[in-house]
């Protein structure tokens, strides 16, 4: 949603009470309260309807909450009234996908593309619709387009050009990929009723721990899920993530001694022989060789320490991109079981325990397979 919208909606002379309207529905979205964002957003709508930014910004409550025909209704209404408004077309493409009229989708992207030429979003969007009618060639020429306008890669377009064969995937997932997908994640993670795996790594940690009150670590800790479920285990419990939205969520819990926004391999790096448990609930996801995170937990693990973690299976030995197109798109690896273990090994570590797990339900409510991994620092 555009922070600029509420200046312009003045100078259009829109009544303050629809303004008010709009930008408390805004907030309440950004709050992760769905319904109440919409209710105030329709009221807005209903002041003065003659804002396009108040239906693209209605459009984007419904399809947070899964509405996607009136999503699409509500962009229509606001390129009817705003026929240029390329963001509108690029998402009611997506709409059009979400809803299986690629067709449609198809013309809305074009659509975006002849008013914002080279946008890298339209690009990205156009490559995995390309991608999933098995129009390889032209997916990869869009992936392509879309990292010349976006260096950073924040779609992870790196990634999904690998699994089509067509590129070497990147080490980890991006940094701005990362930023950008656990923005929007941090509004309604606490509400995720589909997804285990800090249920999974805090049941192992109580299982595998020889005593209580331990210094922990939790990488990638998020809003504190995970945090949270072992308070009780430690004596000292810190956090670190790269996503500040995350944090901010973890902060008002008031669960941990210390949370930092970093890097985690910076943050191992600096942090040697400090913990007796490192914990990580799909994070390790978005590495693909793990050697790298493996050595550093174990130099930031004192003598016996523990590493706690979960992964996305891979039926052959080795890693790759996800198989999934959602979870590629997430920027997520699938590591197999027999990697992890000589991998472990290399960078000293002892098996405690690996198996296969239920690590969360897709969007259809499908198990996804994933690890379990707790490894134990070798004494030296």
């Known amino acids: 949603?555009?922070?600029?919208?509420?200046?312009?909606?003045?100078?259009?002379?829109?009544?303050?009470?629809?303004?008010t309207l709009h930008a408390d529905?805004?907030?309440?979205?950004?709050?992760?309260?769905?319904?109440?964002?919409?209710?105030?957003?329709?009221?807005?709508?209903?002041?003065?309807?003659?804002?396009?930014?108040f239906h693209y910004n209605l459009a984007i409550v419904r399809k947070a909450q899964g509405k996607l025909k009136q999503a699409a209704a509500s962009y229509q209404q606001a390129i009817a009234l705003k026929p240029d408004y390329a963001d509108a077309h690029n998402n009611l493409g997506n709409i059009w996908k979400s809803l299986g009229q690629p067709d449609k989708a198809c013309a809305s992207f074009e659509r975006a593309?002849?008013?914002?030429?080279?946008?890298?979003?339209?690009?990205?969007?156009?490559?995995?619709?390309?991608?999933?009618?098995?129009?390889?060639?032209?997916?990869?020429?869009?992936?392509?387009?879309?990292?010349?306008?976006?260096?950073?890669?924040?779609?992870?377009?790196?990634?999904?050009?690998?699994?089509?064969?067509?590129?070497?995937a990147p080490e980890k997932t991006p940094q701005a990929q990362l930023l950008k997908i656990y923005d929007v994640r941090s509004r309604f993670w606490d509400q995720e009723s589909s997804y285990f795996a800090h249920g999974l790594v805090a049941d192992a940690l109580r299982e595998h721990a020889p005593r209580s009150q331990l210094d922990i670590l939790d990488i990638g800790c998020g809003t504190g899920l995970v945090g949270?479920?072992?308070?009780a285990s430690a004596r000292r419990l810190d956090g670190v993530d790269l996503s500040p939205a995350m944090l901010e969520k973890a902060q008002a819990k008031s669960?941990?001694?210390?949370?930092?926004?970093?890097?985690?391999?910076?943050?191992?790096?600096?942090?040697?022989?400090?913990?007796?448990?490192?914990?990580?609930?799909?994070?390790?996801?978005?590495?693909?060789?793990?050697?790298?995170?493996?050595?550093?937990?174990?130099?930031?693990?004192?003598?016996?320490?523990?590493f706690v973690f979960t992964l996305f299976a891979n039926e052959a030995d080795g890693f790759a991109v996800a198989a999934s197109d959602r979870l590629a798109q997430s920027g997520?690896?699938?590591?197999?079981?027999?990697y992890v273990e000589h991998t472990a090994e290399e960078c000293g570590f002892r098996i405690q325990m690996l198996k296969q797990v239920v690590h969360e339900h897709d969007q259809d409510g499908n198990p996804v397979a994933g690890l379990l991994a707790v490894l134990r620092r070798e004494t030296a």
């Open 1 to 19: 949603m555009n922070r600029k919208q509420r200046r312009v909606e003045k100078k259009a002379g829109v009544s303050a009470d629809a303004l």
């Open 25 to 53: 529905g805004v907030q309440a979205f950004v709050a992760g309260n769905l319904d109440l964002a919409a209710n105030l957003i329709t009221q807005a709508i209903a002041a003065n309807g003659q804002m396009p930014d």
């Open 113 to 168: 593309l002849e008013i914002r030429p080279g946008n890298p979003g339209t690009h990205y969007s156009l490559g995995v619709l390309c991608s999933e009618a098995g129009e390889c060639a032209q997916a990869a020429l869009h992936f392509r387009l879309c990292l010349e306008n976006d260096p950073e890669d924040s779609r992870g377009a790196r990634l999904l050009l690998a699994r089509m064969g067509a590129g070497v």
């Open 228 to 231: 949270a479920a072992v308070r």
């Open 255 to 306: 669960i941990y001694d210390r949370l930092e926004q970093a890097d985690i391999l910076t943050f191992l790096s600096a942090h040697k022989d400090s913990y007796d448990a490192i914990l990580g609930a799909a994070v390790l996801i978005h590495f693909g060789d793990l050697s790298t995170v493996f050595q550093a937990a174990a130099a930031s693990l004192r003598e016996t320490g523990l």
């Open 332 to 338: 997520c690896y699938r590591h197999g079981g027999a």
